[in-house]
C-alpha cells in the first residue's frame, strides 16, 4: 500500500505558473506508473499526465507544451510544473499511483486560475 500526499496547489493567474509536488509513503522506484488527474466541478475526472518508472511520459492534449511532469524516486516524489495557465484549468488536481493491480489517490489540492 501507499499514501500520496500532494502540495502546492492554490490561486495562479493566467499565464503564470504553479508547481504540484506528490509525496509517496514509499521508494517510487517500486511504483509502476504515476500521474495527475483533476477533477473541474461538474465535470469528470481526467487525466492531466503521467509517467513511468522508465520516464515515459503522455499528456492530456491541452495541456501538451505548457505542463511538464516528472518523478524523482530518491525524493519519492512526482511533480507537475503548471506554466502558462488557464482558466479552464480550474480543477482539484489528484495525483495517482499504480503497483500491479492497484491505483491509489491522494487526497487532492485545489488548483484555480484567475483571468
Known amino acids: 500500500q501507499v499514501q500520496l500526499v500532494e502540495s502546492g496547489g492554490g490561486l495562479g493567474q493566467a499565464g503564470g505558473s504553479l508547481r504540484l509536488s506528490c509525496a509517496a509513503s514509499?521508494?517510487?522506484?517500486?511504483?509502476?506508473?504515476m500521474g495527475w488527474y483533476r477533477q473541474a466541478p461538474g465535470a469528470q475526472r481526467e487525466l492531466v499526465a503521467d509517467i513511468t518508472r522508465t520516464n515515459n511520459t503522455n499528456y492530456e492534449d491541452s495541456v501538451k507544451g505548457r505542463f511538464t511532469i516528472s518523478r524523482d524516486n530518491a525524493k519519492n516524489t512526482v511533480y507537475l510544473q503548471m506554466n502558462d495557465l488557464r482558466p479552464e484549468d480550474t480543477a482539484v488536481y489528484y495525483c495517482n499511483a499504480r503497483i500491479l493491480s492497484f491505483t491509489y489517490w491522494g487526497q487532492g489540492t485545489q488548483v484555480t486560475v484567475s483571468s
Open positions: 514509499r521508494n517510487t522506484f517500486y511504483i509502476g506508473t
